[in-house]
Each structure stands twice: as structure tokens, then as C-alpha cells.
């Protein structure tokens, strides 16, 4: 009694599935392609208004009760690194600044500046306690700085040139290698202007 | 009711209702606070970490760090114009709810009037057609087939 019109429906099923399992083959393939070809989780490089001008200002009291601006350090390398004691990425990073820090101490041609971000004085002092780091760490009245720089997710970090020029900015978890690279690329001879790549 | 006096108190409510409105309008907007103004310009600004909110209405860390950027601002006295333009300098463009009438970003404002007005004028241009099309001009053919057929009838008229 199932005669005709119940053969019909496994053949009609048959044809059906090509149609909807190549779309999906299709789709599935574009997603691995893009995956394999993005930038690698972690840090980038990332677009800002910011790069190829004239460093925002950074200025107030350190840990150290000492008064600091971007002048202080004018002539070498800084690495303004917005964090925060709460941020597992800033965490992760704060060894690594460190590393580049030590490397640099003596010959004095790059420094890491700090920038508590949305953080206590307390909280950010326990941190430096607890991991180490020696530079001008800047954790009261800071949203402005952050403002300034468009902040919008620590860990964030604007490499500085001698003359005081942003040359770069790095979303996520920097390296001191990776800084390094960046110094060595921007002292080059040929590299004569700042590049505002991918994000 | 005397017609003439209803009209007279029709137009005297509708008196009462605009002089009405347009102080409310007038007094709302002459002298806005500080904190209305840094609100009202809060609401103008995309939250940069999370979809669909303004500055105004979220609570991430980067928006509460631009909406004290935005009141320290307006207290030191800088217009909303100055502000706005501090603010896309530092995060671009994207930041802003309102696109700027200006440059290629004015496009956002120019394109929809040109669309309309294109639109309008070519329905113009389609009806005047449709129109004249309507207007169909007789030909000597049809001259004749009119004559024709009348000749016909008062054929039949006769007795």
C-alpha cells in the first residue's frame, strides 16, 4: 500500500542531502581557511589614531612619590604599558617587561612607563611588590592618561620613540622580543615612517 | 455656541499650546548643566568594548574612563565640538553614535537626501510618461473607421 509515493521520499531525501551537506562543507572549509590565516591570539599590531603623532602626555606621581612625565625619559625608547593588577593578560605579560627592563637598565636607551588602568594605588602596588619591576609605575588619576591614549582593554602598550613619537601600539601581551624586533625595525635607516598595520 | 466666538477660543487654545511648547523647548535647551550637556554627549559616544551600548550607558572601564574625560572636559570649559573631536582623535571615527557631517563620514547624511530626491524625480519622470502615453493622438485611420461607422448609423437612423 506505501507503493510509489513512499519510494519517492528516500530518493527525494537523497537528492536533498548533497544540496545541504556541500553549503556546509563550503562554509566549514572558509572557517578553517580563516582561522589558519589569522594573526595568532595574543599580541598585535593594531591601528591608532595615534601612531606617527606626538605621544600623549604622561604625567603624575609614581609609586615611588616621585613626579614623572614623558620629558624625564625623553631620548630613549618607552614602553607605555597600560595594565591592570585584576588582568590576567597584564599578569601573564609583566615577566616579559620585566626581561626588556633589565636588558635595557644599563645601557639606558629604552624604559617600560606603567599605567594602572580602572586599579587602586593599593592593588597596583601589591602587584609590582609581588612581581617585581623597576620603572615609573603611574596608578592614581589615570583615566585621563588611559583617554588619551584610547584605551579600551589592558593590556595595552604604545611603543614611544626617542623623539617622542608614537611608533606602534600592541593589543594584548607583549614580548621583550617582540619589543625588541619593534625598537630594531623603527632605529633601521629605512624605516622612516610608522606603521599603522592589521589589528 | 456662536460660531465666530468658537472660532476665536479654537485659536486662542492653539495659542496657549505653541507659546506653551515653545518655551518648554526654548527654556530646556538655553542654559543645559554640566551634567546634562556630559550626559547628552555621553549618549553620543559608542561603548568601545561592548555592542550596542553608548558611553552613557555602560559601565565597562572604558566607558566610565571617557565619561569623567568628558565631564573634567566640559568643566574646564571646552565645547561639545572640541570634545568630540578630542574623542575621535584618540579612538577614531567608530567611537561616535553620530556620523560628522563632514568629509567622506558626511557621506552617512548626504546619500540618503540625494537617494530621495533621485527617487522623486524619476517618479515624476515615470508618471509624465505615463501620462502622455495615456494621450493617444487619432489617426487618419482611425479618421476613417469614426466616419465610417457614423455613416453607418445614420444609414440605419433613416427611415
Redesign the interface.
Known sequence: MNGPAADAAPVRRRRLAPLVAIPVAVVMLLLVILLATRDPAGERLAKSPLVGKQAPPVEGVTLKNEQFTLDRVRGEWVVVNFFGSWCTPCIQEHPELVTFQDAHRSARDATVVSVAFSDSPTNVRQFFEKRGGDWPVLSANTNSIAVGYGVIKVPETFLVSPSGVVVAKLIGGVTAGRLDALIDKYTAPAATTPVTTTR | MNPRWRSIGWVGALTVVIVALTFATLSHHSQPTNAERSLDLAEQFAC??CEGQSVAQSDS??A???R??IA?RIDQGQTNAQITDY??????ESISLKPRATGVVGLVWITPVVAFITAVAGLVVVFRRWHLADVAEASDADRVLVERARAKLAAKARP
Open positions: 568601545p568594548v572601564a572604558a566610565v574612563a571617557i569623567a574625560e573634567t574623542l575621535i582623535g584618540r579612538f577614531n
